[in-house]
């Protein structure tokens, strides 16, 4: 009897550990289900993370270093094939309405993801957000050649350029667009959009749409980088590979009354480069106010070296860029350089253009009424093909009217530029202004524009641009021109 109680008490006592056993293998199935649910959630949480941190919140776009890793991706596919289709890389900028909005935040998120979307409906998911707000990134997959990447650029620009719906009908984008194609434009990611970058800068640069990369294209934007860094050395050296030239104004008398000072760049190894090569560059790298200042120094300095030799009737003109004629101050540093080297501001002249003085013509009109006040005069340069209001140009203290070189030439033979010029010289009197004509270069064209009453003249058929030892043998020899052009 007692055997069996104990086999019984065995028997429970089994049961309970099993019981048990059961219980925390429940327990542990449980914890594991949680621990794999939770491990399910944490990769979630890091996938929706990382999609958040790959995409711009902006317009909901990948970002730069997803078009990197996808690109890469894309190159290793298609070097894998022998043959196959083509593929393209595009960077496309906002045109300049994006300026209009990018300050205002909703309106500017919102008009961002339609035109993310915009370019999405011609190339679907392969478009990416650059470094840039007003920038993209676009892949250009399975094109048959580089006609289908320009056909595909072409769609995409035009879908941009449409007007958004109300109320942001207003708002009218517009794009330029740079692409280069494998391989023909380079076989690395690195290559391409370096080139693309190349053609995007044409394309704005010309204001086309859309521009193909072209070798043709990367020997002159390398040639520009390269005189854009030795530039840089130049001014930064003292500018002691620049000089002035001047080229004489004759008035009706043929008598030289003034001088235009024009920069010139004495390049080590190129030799003798005109504004025309570098200016536009210095414009672009923010060097153009130290060239300014330099010339109008320069300029200034020399005149008073020619009035202590006896020519105190001469002056100078020395044009002035946009960005140095809307400098706060400068009317004190001009103040300056006069005071420096003791020359009136009456000797001076400046010269504008047109889309100078029109960018902002109140602000103009205030500056030059500074400069006024010390006496400095003021032409207008190239007058006819800008765009001045004839209202406005009553206000501006303008002295001289340049008549662009355009209008000049063949003056003689060419009716309509007779009657323009004629026109010209009419209005400039009736406002109290002179009149100079540029690019003069035969008799013919000199004693008509003499007989329809121009004040003065320049061109080729008095002097070119000299230095000013050979501008002084100008001067020496009376200031007068009695035959024909020198």
Known sequence: MKSKIMAEDERLAFQSRLAGLEQESRRLADDNEKLRSDQQALKN???????????????????????????????AEVLAQERGPRIAVGLLRLGSDYEKIKNIRDRNRVLLYKTADRIKSIVGDNVYQSDRLDEFLVIFRNMPNIDGVELRADQIVEEISRPHEPPADDVRFGCSLGTAVFPYHGETREELLGNADIALTESERTRSPHVVYTDQMGDRYRERRSLETELKAAIQGGFEQFSLHFQPFVNRDRKITGAEALIRWNHP??????????????????????????????????????????????????????????????????????????????????????????????????????????????????????????????????????????????????????????????????????????????????????????????????????????????????????????
């Open 45 to 75: 949480h890091e996938a929706e993370l990382e999609a958040l941190l790959n995409r711009n919140p902006a317009t909901g776009l990948p970002i730069r270093r997803v078009f990197d890793r996808d690109f890469e991706r894309l190159l």
């Open 269 to 486: 190894s190129v030799g003798l480069i005109p504004p025309t090569r570098f200016i536009p560059i210095a414009e672009e790298i923010g060097s153009i106010r130290f060239i300014g200042q330099w010339t109008l120094y320069r300029a200034c300095r020399q005149l008073k070296a020619w009035h202590r030799d006896g020519y105190d009737d001469l002056d100078i003109s020395i044009n002035l860029s946009p960005s140095q004629f809307n400098q706060v101050d400068l009317a004190e540093r001009i103040d300056g350089i006069l005071d420096s080297v003791r020359l009136k501001g009456t000797s001076l002249k400046l010269e504008l253009t047109e889309t100078t003085i029109m960018e902002d013509p109140e602000d103009a009109i205030v500056t030059m009424n500074q400069l006024r006040d010390q006496g400095i005069t003021m032409s207008l340069d190239d007058f006819g093909t800008g765009y001045s209001s004839l209202s406005y140009l009553r206000r501006f203290p303008i002295e001289t009217l340049k008549i662009d070189r355009s209008f000049v030439t063949d003056v003689d033979t060419n009716r309509a530029n007779q009657e323009i010029v004629k026109a010209m010289i009419g209005m400039a009197r009736s406002f109290g202004m002179q009149t100079l004509a540029e690019g003069v270069e035969r008799e013919e064209e000199l004693e008509l524009l003499f007989d329809l009453g121009c004040d003065h003249v320049q061109g080729f058929y008095f002097s070119k641009a000299v230095p000013d030892t050979e501008f002084q043998e100008l001067l020496s020899n009376g200031g007068e021109f009695r035959s024909v052009g020198a």
